[in-house]
């Protein structure tokens, strides 16, 4: 199973995993009941998670709505730290996630558009350096494994931190390395490469740890959340999260 899912999303573009995997992955989800690990996005309860990952990383994927450890986190952190489930917002989620859409399209206190260049998910067809809304238009903006993938990371927080009203606010997740700094160079254009060098073949750069620095030159107030370590081994256990998953939160600037 392992070597299958890491083929997979190796090699297929992510636009066709999006439409067809989960169908294939809740069939799977039959042969993973029990009540060892649960989803707090979609609530169901398995023995265990899915592997996932190029490296595949145990007790990862949900089968039912293709949650991942950080998907997981993102959602108890908009539980727990946030009013994203009470308050009226007005919500841009760019890329969105196929296990937060429905979720999120659920929630009545939301006006949610979804936004993306590529993704069939998406209801709105958008290029992250150029974001089709005026000025101040959103209360929140997710945005979650998007930068490593685009031309110019500043120009499309620019645009983030345009599109954020006065008291906005988002989460832009990316993979981020134990590097003093971001590697990127943009004479590299041969797909094996870019994943020598970046981590996969469709990254541009490779961040350090001056991701939240560097993403603070584009204006947004970038700060990073260690809401995974106020949590205990029990909650963590349970939801099967990331140990060391920092939350990139935003602020308009």
Same mark, same amino acid.
């Given at each position: 199973?392992?070597?299958?899912?890491?083929?997979?999303?190796?090699?297929?573009?992510?636009?066709?995993?999006?439409?067809?995997?989960?169908?294939?992955?809740?069939?799977?989800?039959?042969?993973?009941?029990?009540?060892?690990?649960?989803?707090?996005?979609?609530?169901?309860?398995?023995?265990?998670? #899915?592997?996932?990952?190029?490296?595949?990383?145990?007790?990862? #994927?949900?089968?039912?709505?293709?949650?991942?450890? $950080?998907?997981?986190?993102?959602?108890?952190? #908009?539980?727990?730290?946030?009013?994203?489930?009470?308050?009226?917002?007005?919500?841009?989620?760019?890329?969105?996630?196929?296990?937060?859409?429905?979720?999120?399209?659920?929630?009545?206190?939301?006006?949610?558009?979804?936004? %993306?260049?590529?993704?069939?998910?998406?209801?709105?067809?958008? %290029?992250?350096?150029?974001?089709?809304?005026?000025?101040?238009?959103?209360?929140?903006?997710?945005?979650?494994?998007?930068?490593?993938?685009?031309?110019?990371?500043?120009?499309?927080?620019?645009?983030?931190?345009?599109?954020?009203?006065?008291?906005?606010?988002?989460?832009?997740?990316?993979?981020?390395?134990?590097?003093?700094?971001?590697?990127? =160079?943009?004479?590299?254009?041969?797909?094996?490469?870019?994943?020598? #060098?970046?981590?996969? $073949? %469709?990254?541009?750069?490779?961040?350090?740890? %001056?991701?939240?620095?560097?993403?603070?030159?584009?204006?947004?107030?970038?700060?990073?959340?260690?809401?995974?370590?106020?949590?205990?081994?029990?909650?963590?256990?349970?939801?099967?999260?990331?140990? =060391?998953?920092?939350?990139?939160?935003?602020?308009?600037?």
């Amino acid at each position: 199973m392992k070597s299958i899912i890491s083929f997979v999303i190796r090699y297929i573009p992510r636009k066709y995993l999006q439409l067809v995997s989960h169908f294939f992955l809740r069939v799977l989800a039959i042969f993973y009941q029990g009540n060892k690990v649960t989803c707090n996005v979609c609530g169901s309860h398995f023995r265990k998670f #899915l592997p996932y990952g190029r490296k595949a990383r145990e007790n990862a #994927l949900c089968p039912n709505c293709l949650a991942l450890e $950080r998907h997981r986190l993102m959602w108890l952190f #908009l539980q727990k730290e946030t009013q994203f489930f009470n308050k009226p917002l007005k919500v841009l989620h760019i890329a969105p996630e196929l296990c937060f859409i429905d979720s999120m399209n659920k929630l009545p206190n939301l006006e949610y558009i979804t936004g %993306d260049i590529e993704s069939p998910l998406a209801k709105v067809k958008m %290029d992250v350096h150029q974001i089709p809304f005026e000025a101040n238009t959103f209360d929140v903006v997710f945005c979650n494994h998007v930068m490593e993938h685009v031309e110019d990371d500043i120009l499309a927080c620019q645009e983030i931190n345009r599109v954020l009203k006065n008291t906005g606010w988002g989460i832009i997740q990316s993979p981020v390395y134990d590097l003093p700094s971001t590697i990127e =160079d943009k004479s590299i254009t041969d797909p094996a490469m870019r994943e020598k #060098l970046f981590g996969q $073949r %469709d990254h541009v750069r490779k961040y350090g740890n %001056d991701y939240a620095s560097r993403l603070s030159q584009s204006g947004l107030k970038v700060s990073e959340n260690h809401f995974v370590k106020s949590l205990s081994k029990e909650v963590v256990s349970k939801y099967a999260l990331p140990k =060391d998953e920092v939350i990139f939160f935003c602020e308009k600037g």
